[in-house]
């Protein structure tokens, strides 16, 4: 069973620029949520993907996006970057029903804003 | 607004000492899910109690949520330097909103030899 995998692991941005982060599910689950760790914090849900529609967002700005493809990887974009985003990016795939509320995450992307 | 407040923020410990981590809100949870996060990793999902009162046992891990599924607390038994990481719990909405969880800030524990 293949787990949740990101890329990049590190990446480092200016402000003002766009940043694309990518996320494929563990095996058998079809949605995926996003959230961001800021240094000493707990992780904040950013949104959730389910059948490629957004299925609920958290208190981000819409320069936020996602997307989910047909093989339930997703991805993350970032636009106008702030020093403020720089963060892990943790993605999390789960199943719906019962498992719904059991997360499985990746090692997160660890952005840096300059 | 739902919120999650950990204590304490650090603990550090010897080896086979006892400690309990405190998780508080004054929100109702559906449900209530401990996660363990070490360095350069994602959080990863130790238990998860749903039933007011229940009382969960891992090995020497013991998760107990409140009668009112307010709050939850964590006590590890002898720990023992493998039990280092940072301790989140998470509270997921009702209804509509189960789709997302609450993070506390965690509890970073260090068990030293």
């Known amino acids: 069973e293949t787990g949740v995998t990101q890329s990049p692991t590190h990446l480092i941005k200016t402000r003002g620029q766009q940043v694309t982060l990518r996320c494929s599910s563990q095996s058998g689950h079809n949605t995926v949520s996003w959230y961001q760790q800021a240094l000493g914090q707990g992780p904040q849900f950013i949104f959730q993907y389910y059948r490629e529609e957004e299925n609920g967002r958290g208190n981000f700005p819409p320069r936020f996006s996602g997307l989910q493809f047909p093989n339930y990887s997703s991805e993350l974009n970032v636009n106008a970057l702030e020093l403020d985003d720089s963060a892990l990016y943790l993605c999390?795939?789960?199943?719906?029903?019962?498992?719904?509320?059991?997360?499985?995450f990746g090692a997160g992307s660890r952005l840096t804003v300059l | 607004t739902q919120l999650l407040e950990q204590s304490p923020q650090f603990l550090s410990i010897q080896e086979g000492e006892n400690l309990t981590v405190y998780c508080n809100s004054s929100s109702v949870f559906s449900s209530l899910q401990w996660y363990r996060q070490e360095p350069g990793e994602g959080p990863v999902l130790l238990v998860t109690v749903v039933t007011g009162g229940e009382v969960k046992k891992l090995k020497r891990l013991t998760f107990q949520f409140g009668d009112a599924r307010k709050d939850s607390s964590l006590h590890i038994t002898a720990a023992q330097p493998g039990d280092t990481g940072l301790y989140l719990c998470a509270g997921a909405g009702s209804g509509g909103s189960n789709y997302k969880l609450t993070f506390g800030k965690g509890t970073l524990l260090t068990v030293n030899p």
């Open positions: 999390a795939s789960s199943s719906t029903g019962a498992g719904a509320n059991v997360l499985t």
